[in-house]
């Protein structure tokens, strides 16, 4: 069964950092572009960032960009999100997704995990 599991969320301080992890089981993350996204209270879930299948390519939404970097390991079938200089507006559940490609902006696949709670509070 094909699975992606998040973790590394928490409570931090703002201007604080986190690094969340998106962990795949059941199938060979490198093939699959790999997307985050979040979700705050009353609002409706966007995209945060999306690396390729190989790496080379990533996106970053304009809120985020110069923030938050991405990355992926795909020896150990994972992808990171590094999140810097954390805002209170940065406050949500983050989840990641795999798309139908290698190349971001291709249909996703799956479901909704679990997500991991991101909170930036002082």
């Known amino acids: 069964q094909l699975q992606l599991v998040e973790s590394g969320g928490a409570l931090v301080q703002p201007g604080g950092s986190l690094r969340l992890s998106c962990t795949a089981s059941?199938?060979?993350?490198?093939?699959?572009?790999i997307g985050w996204f979040r979700q705050a209270p009353g609002k409706e879930r966007e995209g945060v960032s999306c690396?390729?299948?190989?790496?080379?390519?990533?996106k970053y939404a304009d809120s985020v960009q110069g923030r938050f970097l991405i990355s992926r390991d795909n020896a150990k079938n994972t992808v990171y999100l590094q999140m810097n200089s954390l805002k209170p507006e940065d406050t949500a559940v983050y989840y990641c997704?795999?798309?139908?490609?290698?190349?971001?902006?291709?249909?996703?696949?799956?479901?909704w995990g679990q997500g991991t709670q991101v909170t930036v509070s002082s």
């Open positions: 997704r795999p798309y139908l490609s290698v190349h971001c902006g291709a249909p996703l696949f799956g479901s």
């Open positions: 059941g199938f060979t993350l490198d093939t699959y572009a």
């Open positions: 690396i390729s299948g190989s790496g080379d390519s990533t």
